[in-house]
Each structure stands twice: as structure tokens, then as C-alpha cells.
């Protein structure tokens, strides 16, 4: 659930079973118009068009976009589709569609970790920040939301293609010491007015609520046929929170949403578990970036903008038909020798959950 700044209040509940609802819009239905006398003569419906360079696909089919990448990690721009094959559980699947992806708009959350252990490396995350959304957001297209967390999440500003806001919310993000906080990391514990628990949640971090309720609530409702994505700065210990890792990850398969993890840390608090980051990375898709410094800093986040225009979107339809819900596993494989020679590696999630019902 989702602490919001703003007067405006963000529907929500409260957390039962420790479990948040998704937020669905509901379309006005259009009022039907009477029939006229006469019966109209009935219009073809018409042939449905290719936007923006993306491919239209059956609503059964599963789209996964991936990317490639030589030894050296730079990104490979040639790929044919008779360069690869897909498996779903291990069984091939016939390709139905195969395209570069320069041009997808995007949906995208930056969350920003502001526990203790941040204090001192915040400003230079906020101006990374604050620099990759200006070179990244077009206006017409892409829109970007911020979130900020401890042992709770803060909705910063929702998903808005407005520069200006997203900077002020970006500048709005703080370190805020809990009830009693002294400095190095040190809490007097009982300092009143805070409660223990409040003052608990407050010197926390819990990474994986922030990762589930921003993929629940925020990317979850995003619009269809854009690239959506989570770009987390933290140094990857969670000490708190409801959920488990394997729960964000599984919130993010279903948001279809990939995850790029920025390590940032403080060698004073032990500096990045990058085990963790690692694996939530590459879980959903996405890289994980560790950079040591603010130059490097800014050079994940352009890695992370170069990486999300220059990816390749597969489509293809699931030879088990089944919307029984199940978590399926995904793997792209290389077939054309001579890149797998070159050792080019395909980054691309590892697996989706096929629809239940009528519903994705």
C-alpha cells in the first residue's frame, strides 16, 4: 500500500492477508444509438493497422522482448529470427512474430531507497535520476511514475509524462531519520513520541513490498503494448516488509514488467548485496548495474536507456492452450553458430503466467 504526499488521495486499501487490491478502471459504456428506420447497411470491420512500429498479435499469443549482447556487452542490433527458437517447460514453440523495438513507448517506476543506509549517497541518486528522465521521457509517448520507500512505500507521483512534476518529486525524496536517530546508523531505542513499531518501519527497508505494490498498483494498470520496467536504487537488504523476494518477482512476471537494479550503498552499512540484485534482475529480464562512483552512476542509467531502445519483441502462440493460470517457463535459445561462438547473450524473462479464464 502506497503512503501518498498529495491532498489527492490514491485509491487504496488496506493491506488484508498482507495481500493489496489492484485498482481496475471502469469504461462508461457509450449509450447506444436507436436504430433508424431503415437498416443500416453493416461496415466491415476494418483490418486492424501496425502503431508505432509494433506488431499486432492474437490475444493468446505471449509477447517477450529480450536483447542481445556480445562478450564485450554491447548490444547486438542484427538478430534474424532464424537465429533463434523459443521453448515454453522445455517444449519448442513456433514463432509468430519477430521485430526490433526502438520505439515502444514505455511505462516505467524509478524507486528510490531512502532507509539509513542511503543518507549518504541520495543526492547523487536523485541527480542521476533526475538526468536520465530528461533524456529518456517523450512527452507524447513515454510516462514515468517515482516511488520512494523504507519500511513503507511512498507514491511520489504517479505515472505522468510532465517533466516538471517528476523533477519535483524526485527532489521531494528525503532521508527522513527515525524518532530518536543519532547518527552512523545508531537509533536510541524508546525515544517518544514515536511507537516502536513506527519507529521500526521507519529505520527499515522493505525492497520487496516496494517492488510488489509498485508492480501491483502502479504498472499493473498501465497501458497495453508499452515496455514496462522498474529501475531500483538500493543496496539490496531488506529488513523488513510482508513479502518475500519470490513474491515481488512473481508481482513483476505478471505486470510484465523487468526489473534493472542500480546498487548503491554505503561501505559503512556493508555496502550492495549484489547476489540479491542480481537475481531479481535477472529473474524478470532485466541487468543489474553497480556502479562505484556518481560518473558510473550515470553511465548505468544510459546503459538502462540504451538497452530498453534497442530490444527485440517475440511473439508466439502457446501450443498448450490452457488458461489454468500456471507459471510457465521461458528460455531463447541461440541456433545460429556462429553467435553462439561469439558467446552473445539473450537477456529475456524466464518465464510469464498463462491467463486464467477470460482474464490475463
Same mark, same amino acid.
Given at each position: 500500500?502506497?503512503?501518498?504526499?498529495?491532498?489527492?488521495?490514491?485509491?487504496?486499501?488496506?493491506?488484508? @492477508?498482507?495481500? @493489496?487490491?489492484? %485498482?481496475?478502471?471502469?469504461?462508461?459504456?457509450?449509450? @447506444?444509438?436507436? @436504430?433508424?428506420?431503415?437498416?443500416?447497411?453493416?461496415?466491415?470491420?476494418?483490418?486492424?493497422?501496425?502503431?508505432?512500429?509494433?506488431?499486432?498479435?492474437?490475444?493468446?499469443?505471449? +509477447?517477450? $522482448?529480450?536483447?542481445?549482447?556480445?562478450?564485450?556487452?554491447?548490444?547486438?542490433?542484427?538478430?534474424?529470427?532464424?537465429?533463434?527458437?523459443?521453448?515454453?517447460?522445455?517444449?519448442? *514453440?513456433?514463432?509468430?512474430?519477430?521485430?526490433?523495438?526502438?520505439?515502444?513507448?514505455?511505462?516505467?517506476?524509478?524507486?528510490?531507497?531512502?532507509?539509513?543506509?542511503?543518507?549518504?549517497?541520495?543526492?547523487?541518486?536523485?541527480?542521476?535520476?533526475?538526468? =536520465?528522465?530528461?533524456?529518456?521521457?517523450?512527452?507524447?509517448?513515454?510516462? %514515468?511514475?517515482?516511488?520512494? =520507500?523504507?519500511?513503507?512505500?511512498?507514491?511520489?507521483?504517479?505515472?505522468?509524462? +510532465? $517533466?516538471?512534476?517528476?523533477?519535483?518529486?524526485?527532489?521531494?525524496?528525503?532521508?527522513?531519520?527515525?524518532?530518536?536517530?543519532?547518527?552512523?546508523?545508531?537509533?536510541?531505542?524508546?525515544?517518544?513520541?514515536?511507537?516502536?513499531?513506527? *519507529?521500526? %518501519?521507519?529505520?527499515?527497508?522493505?525492497?520487496?513490498?516496494?517492488?510488489?505494490?509498485?508492480?501491483?498498483? %502502479?504498472?499493473?494498470?498501465?497501458?497495453?503494448?508499452?515496455?514496462?520496467?522498474?529501475?531500483?536504487?538500493?543496496?539490496?537488504?531488506?529488513?523488513?516488509?510482508?513479502?518475500?523476494?519470490?513474491?515481488?518477482?512473481?508481482?513483476?512476471?505478471?505486470?510484465?514488467?523487468?526489473?534493472?537494479?542500480?546498487?548503491?550503498?554505503?561501505?559503512?552499512?556493508?555496502?550492495? +548485496?549484489?547476489?540479491?540484485?542480481?537475481?531479481?534482475?535477472?529473474?524478470?529480464?532485466?541487468?543489474?548495474?553497480?556502479?562505484?562512483?556518481?560518473?558510473?552512476?550515470?553511465?548505468? =542509467?544510459?546503459?538502462?536507456?540504451?538497452?530498453?531502445?534497442?530490444?527485440?519483441?517475440?511473439?508466439?502462440?502457446?501450443?498448450?492452450?490452457?488458461?489454468?493460470?500456471?507459471?510457465?517457463?521461458?528460455?531463447?535459445? $541461440?541456433?545460429?553458430?556462429?553467435?553462439?561462438? *561469439?558467446?552473445?547473450?539473450?537477456?529475456?524473462?524466464?518465464?510469464? =503466467?498463462?491467463?486464467?479464464?477470460?482474464?490475463?
Amino acid at each position: 500500500m502506497f503512503r501518498s504526499r498529495f491532498a489527492l488521495v490514491l485509491t487504496a486499501a488496506l493491506f488484508a @492477508a498482507g495481500s @493489496a487490491f489492484l %485498482v481496475s478502471e471502469t469504461t462508461e459504456a457509450q449509450t @447506444a444509438t436507436p @436504430a433508424p428506420a431503415k437498416p443500416a447497411t453493416p461496415t466491415p470491420t476494418p483490418t486492424p493497422e501496425e502503431e508505432d512500429g509494433v506488431i499486432r498479435v492474437e490475444t493468446e499469443a505471449v +509477447n517477450v $522482448l529480450f536483447t542481445a549482447q556480445d562478450k564485450d556487452r554491447r548490444l547486438l542490433l542484427t538478430l534474424k529470427p532464424e537465429d533463434v527458437r523459443i521453448l515454453e517447460n522445455g517444449q519448442p *514453440q513456433e514463432i509468430s512474430s519477430f521485430s526490433r523495438q526502438v520505439d515502444l513507448p514505455l511505462s516505467l517506476a524509478i524507486l528510490i531507497d531512502t532507509s539509513i543506509s542511503q543518507q549518504r549517497t541520495l543526492p547523487e541518486e536523485k541527480s542521476a535520476a533526475i538526468s =536520465f528522465i530528461e533524456s529518456v521521457v517523450r512527452p507524447t509517448k513515454d510516462e %514515468v511514475s517515482i516511488v520512494s =520507500f523504507t519500511g513503507e512505500s511512498t507514491l511520489e507521483q504517479g505515472m505522468t509524462n +510532465n $517533466l516538471t512534476r517528476l523533477r519535483r518529486a524526485i527532489d521531494r525524496v528525503q532521508f527522513v531519520p527515525p524518532s530518536g536517530y543519532i547518527g552512523g546508523g545508531v537509533v536510541a531505542p524508546g525515544t517518544p513520541p514515536i511507537s516502536g513499531d513506527n *519507529q521500526a %518501519v521507519t529505520g527499515s527497508t522493505a525492497i520487496w513490498d516496494a517492488v510488489w505494490v509498485t508492480s501491483a498498483e %502502479v504498472l499493473g494498470p498501465a497501458p497495453e503494448k508499452t515496455r514496462r520496467a522498474i529501475i531500483l536504487l538500493t543496496d539490496g537488504e531488506n529488513t523488513s516488509g510482508r513479502k518475500k523476494l519470490e513474491e515481488a518477482v512473481d508481482a513483476a512476471l505478471k505486470a510484465e514488467a523487468v526489473i534493472y537494479t542500480v546498487g548503491v550503498g554505503d561501505d559503512f552499512y556493508g555496502g550492495v +548485496n549484489k547476489g540479491i540484485l542480481n537475481k531479481l534482475s535477472e529473474r524478470t529480464g532485466g541487468r543489474a548495474y553497480f556502479p562505484r562512483d556518481e560518473r558510473e552512476l550515470r553511465e548505468a =542509467f544510459k546503459q538502462i536507456q540504451e538497452e530498453m531502445r534497442s530490444q527485440y519483441l517475440l511473439a508466439y502462440e502457446p501450443s498448450n492452450p490452457e488458461k489454468d493460470g500456471t507459471y510457465r517457463r521461458i528460455e531463447i535459445q $541461440l541456433v545460429n553458430p556462429e553467435l553462439a561462438k *561469439q558467446k552473445v547473450k539473450l537477456t529475456h524473462r524466464q518465464g510469464y =503466467f498463462a491467463k486464467s479464464g477470460g482474464k490475463k
